[in-house]
């Protein structure tokens, strides 16, 4: 029975209504399934790699449209610019910025600590710490000033209580640490006073310690966990309050990839500072001998690799100009025989620049390093003027008193002057008897390029010495 008009209308608005409400529920699924945390991982002292990483992480973010960016920390501490840069880049980011120390057994040490306080969310897993926030080593000690000097007898000073750090540069840096974290701190309603004391005392706190302290503002045993308790949270973003929603976020991991690895191999100061050995050395031997091409090329790309790990890494320029003087001196050594006076001069400026160099919490060149390549400078120096002395040994064999008593060999019958053999080399003779040719006899004296020289008796032994 053909259908009406009527009904073929109900019917296609009916299936119109199911393919829409299809589409409608997949695109729901789709988008709720496209809602994601971007998760991080920090590990290791806070260097140029770390920040390059962090800021690849909020680029992609952005770009994902992530709710929400969780790093996952567990730092020693690192350098103070590279952890202020960071910090400035979450406070303006447009994306929320989880700071999580994980897993147990992580903890958020010295620069860690101010990442905490910059985060929108501080979070610690279980058996974690934090603190130790003191600056350290934050670009030299500094000369004494007059104000540093302790009131005389009879006068009071401003602050009679003793200070952290004997100058005036360091009492800098120490309340410029301070009042920055307290800034953080009083931005994002946490505890200042605490924070204050881990800067000037270096005290820590346990994941529970913190959170009893409103130092940190949650504790979670994983990613799951902590996206469930900050959902609903109010935090402060550079645009204003915001409310995190974060119940069914799923979990997108951008972990460290080449480029990081690489960045934090060259940027090591151990491995900057072997480059630049290399690249130093690479370039005399390629000067030394020119043409053999390997030597120079390694050299080459070893200086540039250092240099570019010298530009981010908080390099004293005084104890980098020494270890340069030092190479030159001992490669002089070398080249110059001075018995040791360039050489031993060269070894005490590298050493000593070499522990100047780089002087950063945790980031310095390891001392054991330094001294193995003082060690082989040394040995390669000790090698250079023993095969020195002996030579000049040889030589002075080699002179002219050397050549008396040496026997020679008549090339031609004559009377007083005539030619000789010594050797394998010809030479001008004068004899005091007439020589028959292929004679041999020895040599008694040496007037310039002239052999004075005598028979030899039939009692004498007959020498069959060469000169080289």
Known sequence: MPLDSRAL????????????????????????????????????????????????????????????????????????????????????????????????????????????????????????????ATPVSMGGDGFPEEDDASPEEGETGADETPRRGDSAMERKVLEDAVSFIRSLAERHGRNAEWAEEAVREAVNLTEREALEQNVIDIVAGDLEELLTRIDGREVVMASGAQMLQTADLGIERFDPDWRTRLLSIITNPNVAYFLMIIGFYGLVFELASPGSLFPGTIGVISLLLAMFAFQVLPINYAGLALVVVGLALMVGE??????????????????????????????????????????????????????????????????????IGHEVIALEAFATRGYVRLGGERWQARSSSAVSAGQRLRVVGVDGLTLHIEPLTPSEPQETQDML
Request: glycine share 10%; proline share 4%.
């Open 9 to 132: 209308r109900v019917l296609l608005i009916s299936c119109c209504c199911l393919v829409l409400s299809a589409a409608l529920l997949a695109w729901q699924a789709q988008a709720q399934q496209e809602r994601h945390a971007l998760v991080l991982t920090m590990e290791g002292a806070i260097g140029p790699a770390t920040k390059d990483y962090f800021e690849r992480g909020l680029r992609t973010a952005r770009e994902q449209g992530s709710e929400v960016m969780i790093v996952r920390l567990d730092t020693p501490g690192g350098l103070v610019e590279t952890t202020r840069d960071m910090i400035r880049q979450m406070l303006g980011a447009d994306i929320p910025v989880v700071m999580y120390v994980s897993p147990s057994g992580a903890r958020a040490a010295s620069a860690g600590t101010y990442l905490l306080y910059g985060s929108h969310v501080a979070a610690m897993a279980p058996a974690t710490h934090l603190g130790s």
């Open 334 to 403: 070398a080249l110059m025989p001075s018995f040791g006076v360039l050489g031993a001069g060269g070894i005490a400026a590298f050493v000593f620049g070499s522990i100047m160099l780089m002087d950063a919490e945790n980031l310095r060149v390891s001392l054991p390093l330094i001294g193995g390549v003082a060690l082989l400078a040394a040995g390669v120096m000790l090698w250079t003027l023993t095969r020195f002395m002996e030579l000049r040994r040889h030589a002075a064999k080699t002179g002219e008193s050397g050549l």
